[in-house]
């Protein structure tokens, strides 16, 4: 009886990594323009997401060929979009899934009287498409107190509550005084899947057999 107990315990602890799994989508896994590329990046796949870039100079940049004008951080790779420009993704498999965090900024450093804070986008905005039917947004303030003698700095954003269950997302920018300025780069995307109603089917019936195993357990 014990034997049993314990395996259903384990069986229903086993399942709870599944229910809250949670991964960061780095874009390290995906080829990057470079000086030596003469097309941009525009689709492509990463971290079992599928993304679409939209807009004349939007691509996946290997931001380390293109220092101090491109935003910086603890990796290689990262979107950098400009002009009006917007990324969208999906799940490879069209499961739901849900946002949780990610990195962003403003695109470019211009390094020269050209850069401004009038000239960077005032936010980087999400609009989540629920599985259910109808949208949520959210507006992220972009940091402008770095830029003009270095590279921009990545800011970590975190979702409200309501990014979850979401069947697509796209991200873009507004409030550039310049259009052709009025971009954004994100990098380091912190999604989790949303579980199958059969994961949680399991779950109940773990739980319900140590239930079970407890009552018959129970003296009277």
């Known amino acids: 009886m014990q034997k049993l107990k314990t395996t259903a315990l384990a069986f229903a602890i086993s399942l709870l990594p599944i229910l809250g799994h949670a991964t960061v989508i780095t874009f390290e896994d995906s080829p990057s323009w470079n000086a030596e590329q003469a097309v941009l990046v525009k689709d492509f796949t990463s971290g079992g997401f599928d993304f679409v870039l939209a807009g004349a100079g939007a691509t996946l940049t290997d931001t380390q060929t293109c220092l101090p004008f491109c935003p910086v951080n603890r990796t290689n790779v990262a979107l950098a979009p400009y002009g009006v420009?917007?990324?969208s993704m999906t799940k490879s498999d069209g499961g739901a899934f849900s946002l949780i965090g990610f990195q962003g900024a403003g695109s470019f450093n211009f390094n020269s009287f050209f850069w401004n804070p009038e000239n960077i986008p005032d936010n980087i905005d999400?609009?989540?498409q629920l599985s259910g039917g109808g949208t949520v947004t959210q507006s992220?303030?972009?940091n402008k107190?770095?830029?003009r003698n270095g590279a921009l700095s990545f800011s970590d954003y975190v979702f409200n509550s309501g990014f979850t269950n979401l069947l697509s997302a796209s991200f873009s920018s507004s409030?550039?005084?310049v259009s052709l300025f009025n971009g954004f780069a994100i990098d380091n995307i912190n999604v989790a899947a949303v579980p199958e109603p059969e994961t949680y089917t399991l779950l109940l019936a773990g739980l319900a057999a140590i239930?079970?195993?407890a009552l018959r357990r129970k003296p009277y």
């Open 175 to 177: 409030g550039s005084a």
């Open 126 to 128: 999400v609009i989540g």
């Open 140 to 142: 992220f303030l972009i």
């Open 211 to 213: 239930g079970g195993i």
């Open 85 to 87: 420009s917007s990324l």
């Open 145 to 147: 107190t770095t830029g």
